[in-house]
Structures are given as structure tokens and as C-alpha cells.
């Protein structure tokens, strides 16, 4: 019997992608992967009987490997490695809190800095299980990150309707943005269309070194904005660089770098949070690991509610979830307080309730 090659290569890319390794060897296995899935199945075949796959643009003699063990009924080698050398399990309250989750509020495609089309997310969040992914691509400011201007935003939501025909049921990609929290605390993009999306998550991406009254006010008028739904890595820290060699468009935004926290009064922050209904952020990132979780811990105890996000910008990283809830466990976040765990119906109730 042979396995499906397709798979196997975009399942190594997932893999890989989740150990946050060099987008240069993702990228090999998803362009074999596309490069395949164009051709008739038996092409496939013959070119690996006839050794002739690397002739194809995107396959390479370890793609093309992998391709014929798969057609052979085998595990490719290069696969089996990878799931032999997977990262340590979770212990039991985080294992409590990922199995709770039923999507993610956080994501990014190559409409903005993403490495993968909205498809190629959206099909790796519904291996994973979710119910659904909230696709949060940046807002016209922020130009590193391509960000959407409102006519680009109009037609990924038109785009994004009529993929969510073709996806498999009890699956669907809600709308979103991931909003720049501009220097004076307003919103940068079009009122009607951020009333629209399903989901507003806001964050500061410039002026991080604002000082703390002016870093306050501006998240206090952001927050206080009925169309804000969750406040996106509150303190912009970043705590490591990336791993050397790792660049590309998925990292654009996200480049290899130390931060310190931004400075503003997190009790009056969490109170306007409470206040207000928006979410705090549980930023999954590896390099990001935000907020930290002693404001965890206090925005627990001001009454706040949460999402556990990963801010994917490829497919693997969906999988980054799991960061983020050993640090909500380990700050004792109950599940119901964590957006993510609910319905979409009951998200998009509690997105679009009237203002407080
Ligand atoms: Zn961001
Ligand atoms: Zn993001």
C-alpha cells in the first residue's frame, strides 16, 4: 500500500514549522508539496519509478527521496525522525487547557507578513482540531507586515466566504485583524469595516518605548473602543531571537531580537480590560511570550478573561498553542475564563455584544 506523498512532504513542512526551524527548509517541502499536487497521481509515480522527480521545479533530491518512500507504502526516514525527536510532553492542567480550546483568535496568511495562503492555514487548524481560526492579518500601517489597506481587507472577505463554502463541516475561518494601536490610541483601520470583522485583536507595534502615562492613555482609548475584542501581546517584549538562518516572509515583523517590556500601569490596563470586555492576550509565540506571568497572574486577579493565541504566521506554528497554555496553567487560568475555549457562536455573541 503506499501512503499519500503530498501528505507525508506537508506533514514534515507542519513538523518542521512547530520546531521553529529555518523557513528556507519549510519552504523546500511545501513548494515539492505544490509542485506535486499539480501533476496527475500516476506522473507522480512514474517520475519516481524513473528517478526523474528532482527534474520537476521545487523538488530536490531529499523532497524527491521522501516522495518515493511514501509511493513504496514506507514512513519516509526524514518523517520518522522528525516524530521521533517531537518536543516534551504537557503536563496535566496544561494538556486540560489545549484540549479545551476550540480555535484560534490569532493568525496571520500571505495576505500580510504569513508564509502560507489562508487554505493551507485553515486545513493544518482543522488537523489540529479546531472548530475554528480567526484570521488576523495586519492593518494598512504597519507596511514591514503588508499590512491590509480597507479595499485589500474587503476582498480577503470576500475571499474568505468563499473558501469557508469548500471547507469540511463544523469548520470555519471567522474574520478578523490584528489592528496597529496607533500612537494616540485609535484604530488603524475603517469603523465600518472593523464593525464587521468577527474579530478585533489590537496591539501596539510602534512607539514601544513610549514612557508609561502616554503608553497608558494610548492602550486605555484603544481599549475603551467598543470594536476592540482582545489586547494582542500587551508588553511587546520579545525574549529571544530567533534561531540563526531564520528569515523569510513568515518572519518579517518578527525579526531576530531582544525587547524589553513596554512600561504602562497594568492595573489600570486590566481594570479598563474588565471594564470594557476586552481580552488579554496570551501571546504563544516562542520569542514573544507575552504578556509575562506575573501580569498574568494580576490581570487573573483583576477579573480579566483571555485568549490563548499563537499569532501564526505558517501552519506549524498553529500547533504553538500548546506554549501558551503551560504559562495560563501555571498562573492557574481556568478554561472558562479563556475565549478560545468557547463555541464560535458564543465568541461572536460575546465579540459583538452591545458596549459597556
Ligand atoms: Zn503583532
Ligand atoms: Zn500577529
Redesign the pocket.
Known sequence: MSRDPIADLRRIAFLLERANEATYRVRAFRSAANALAALPAKEVAERARAGSLTELAGVGDVTARCVTESLAGEEPVYLRRLLATEGSDLDAEATALRTALRGDCHTHSDWSDGGSPIEEMALAAVELGHEYLVLTD?SPRLKVARGLTADRLRRQLDHVARLNEALPEGFRILTGI?VDILADGSLDQDEELLARLDVVVG?V?SGLNDDRAKMTRRMLTAIANPHLDIL??CTGRMVSSRPAGVTGPGDR?HRARTRAESEFDADAVFAACVEHRTAVEINSRPERQDPPKRLIRRALEAGCVFAINT?AHAPGQLDWQRFGCERAARCGVPADRVVNTWTATDLIAWTHAPAT
Do not use: M
Open positions: 495586519h490584528e496591539s507595534h494582542g501581546h515583523g499569532d
